[in-house]
Nanobody, 120 residues
Framework: QVRLVESGGGLVQAGGSLRLSCSASGNIFTISVMGWYRQAPGKQRELVAT????????NYADSVKGRFTISGDNAKNTVYLQMNNLKPEDTAVYYC?????????????WGQGTQVTVSS
């Protein structure tokens, strides 16, 4: 089992910045990819960014490229999402995701979510 705890959400004006943190504990050695997803009211959950546990390769949704940066600190078992130049359309609940390797990849772990609200 892996436990994920997010923090860092809040209310910010358009153009502002926030940094989300996701602290992982448990059988983290099984995790191959960490990521952030978001879900706005009335919309499906969507991928924001991912980072591999080995090598630190990153991937971003087109809507956040150039504004958001995902990074990891293996010593702290923590993944961050630095969000700059925030827009009202970034308003959503942001969820941390941990995907195990192998056949377990179909059963990812999720955090409880943290609310990000961007005012215009």
């Amino acid at each position: 089992q892996v436990r994920l705890v997010e923090s860092g959400g809040g209310l910010v004006q358009a153009g502002g910045s926030l940094r989300l943190s996701c602290s992982a504990s448990g059988n983290i050695f099984t995790i191959s990819v960490m990521g952030w997803y978001r879900q706005a009211p009335g919309k499906q959950r969507e991928l924001v960014a991912t980072i591999t546990s080995v090598g630190g390769s990153t991937n971003y949704a087109d809507s956040v490229k150039g504004r958001f940066t995902i990074s990891g600190d293996n010593a702290k078992n923590t993944v961050y999402l630095q969000m700059n130049n925030l827009k009202p359309e970034d308003t959503a609940v942001y969820y941390c995701n941990a995907r195990p390797s192998g056949s377990a990849r179909y059963y990812p772990y999720w955090g409880q979510g943290t609310q990000v609200t961007v005012s215009s």
